[in-house]
């Protein structure tokens, strides 16, 4: 029995021993633990970690996937509509167009009607060679074009004409012909060197149209300014060019017709005339009533003793 009781007090013993140790590893561990509360280090290799367990890396994931599908598709929209805005808003349309001409011979009303169907067109879809070539088809005489967009709604256009060469009376109405063969209405007389012109078509008088050859109107030009630089006893009175027979007649002040071909070498007729200057300059001014310079090493010409025979064959030619 004694045993027993022995037993049983050394595992109080044992018991209650391990209680207290308990008790005091509890109170020292107080001792040192840090408080909650206060600053800790944390490494900087974990400062920007983004997961710090599963559960939190499958929940930040589909967050991520759903932003990134606001992101794109608010990316998408703002593309569409920046592209609407550019192309086909009223925004970018043009709206106004300024067109400024560099001389008389732009009709500045029939310019701004040759590009009245380019208006509230997007700005950026306007074809400048189009443009072009609808102010040229309407007004053949104009020589330059300069083009300029100005956004977010503005065309401005200067427009240059080539010059005239002659002024030209067609049934009481007086038009200017530009060195590209044009020929435009003019309210009054001011050209200096009027041409008569034979064998017109009616159908062909109309104004702003390309009615002459370019070659045709330059070699006429350049054929009087050789004749003012070359003859000093031609002086120039009257310009008559036919224009089925390609010929420009030129009649002086003695009243003496001069024939040209058009076809031939300018020079060449002229140094024709500057010889035949020479060796009859006294039946020039008196006795001849026309030189003709279109054949070929040859100076025909008709004396004033055969006026009559001479204008007849001018007339059984040329009407």
């Given at each position: 029995m004694k045993s027993i009781q022995k037993i049983i007090e050394k595992y109080k013993l044992f018991f209650s021993d391990k209680k207290f140790k308990k008790n005091i590893k509890r109170e020292k561990s107080k001792l040192y633990v840090q408080n909650d509360n206060s600053p800790r280090y944390k490494s900087k290799r974990n400062k920007f970690k983004l997961f710090t367990s599963k559960l939190e890396f499958e929940n930040t994931f589909w967050e991520i996937q759903k932003m990134n599908l606001y992101y794109y598709l608010t990316g998408i929209f703002l593309f569409w509509a920046s592209l609407y805005i550019l192309f086909f808003s009223h925004f970018f349309s043009i709206k106004s167009i300024d067109v400024i001409r560099e001389d008389e011979l732009i009709n500045i009303d029939l310019s701004y009607r040759s590009i009245e169907k380019y208006r509230y067109r997007p700005i950026l879809f306007a074809d400048k060679n189009e443009m072009k070539q609808s102010l040229l088809s309407h007004q053949p005489n104009i020589k330059e074009v300069y083009i300029r967009k100005i956004l977010p709604d503005n065309i401005k256009i200067i427009l240059q004409s080539f010059t005239w060469v002659f002024g030209f009376e067609y049934e009481n109405k007086f038009y200017e012909i530009t060195n590209n063969g044009v020929m435009i209405p003019s309210k009054t007389k001011e050209s200096t060197q009027m041409i008569k012109i034979i064998g017109l078509n009616n159908v062909w008088i109309v104004d702003y149209k390309k009615v002459f050859k370019e070659e045709s109107i330059l070699k006429i030009k350049n054929i009087i300014d050789l004749v003012h630089q070359n003859s000093s006893f031609v002086s120039v009175w009257e310009i008559i060019y036919y224009v089925k027979e390609a010929e420009v007649h030129i009649i002086d002040q003695n009243g003496t017709r001069i024939l040209f071909d058009l076809n031939k070498e300018e020079k060449v007729q002229i140094e024709k005339l500057n010889i035949f200057n020479k060796n009859y300059a006294s039946k020039v001014n008196i006795w001849i009533v026309y030189i003709d310079l279109r054949i070929n090493?040859?100076?025909?010409?008709?004396?004033?003793?055969?006026?009559?025979?001479?204008?007849?064959?001018i007339k059984s030619i040329y009407e």
């Amino acid at each position: 029995m004694k045993s027993i009781q022995k037993i049983i007090e050394k595992y109080k013993l044992f018991f209650s021993d391990k209680k207290f140790k308990k008790n005091i590893k509890r109170e020292k561990s107080k001792l040192y633990v840090q408080n909650d509360n206060s600053p800790r280090y944390k490494s900087k290799r974990n400062k920007f970690k983004l997961f710090t367990s599963k559960l939190e890396f499958e929940n930040t994931f589909w967050e991520i996937q759903k932003m990134n599908l606001y992101y794109y598709l608010t990316g998408i929209f703002l593309f569409w509509a920046s592209l609407y805005i550019l192309f086909f808003s009223h925004f970018f349309s043009i709206k106004s167009i300024d067109v400024i001409r560099e001389d008389e011979l732009i009709n500045i009303d029939l310019s701004y009607r040759s590009i009245e169907k380019y208006r509230y067109r997007p700005i950026l879809f306007a074809d400048k060679n189009e443009m072009k070539q609808s102010l040229l088809s309407h007004q053949p005489n104009i020589k330059e074009v300069y083009i300029r967009k100005i956004l977010p709604d503005n065309i401005k256009i200067i427009l240059q004409s080539f010059t005239w060469v002659f002024g030209f009376e067609y049934e009481n109405k007086f038009y200017e012909i530009t060195n590209n063969g044009v020929m435009i209405p003019s309210k009054t007389k001011e050209s200096t060197q009027m041409i008569k012109i034979i064998g017109l078509n009616n159908v062909w008088i109309v104004d702003y149209k390309k009615v002459f050859k370019e070659e045709s109107i330059l070699k006429i030009k350049n054929i009087i300014d050789l004749v003012h630089q070359n003859s000093s006893f031609v002086s120039v009175w009257e310009i008559i060019y036919y224009v089925k027979e390609a010929e420009v007649h030129i009649i002086d002040q003695n009243g003496t017709r001069i024939l040209f071909d058009l076809n031939k070498e300018e020079k060449v007729q002229i140094e024709k005339l500057n010889i035949f200057n020479k060796n009859y300059a006294s039946k020039v001014n008196i006795w001849i009533v026309y030189i003709d310079l279109r054949i070929n090493e040859k100076i025909i010409y008709c004396a004033k003793d055969s006026e009559f025979q001479c204008k007849q064959n001018i007339k059984s030619i040329y009407e």
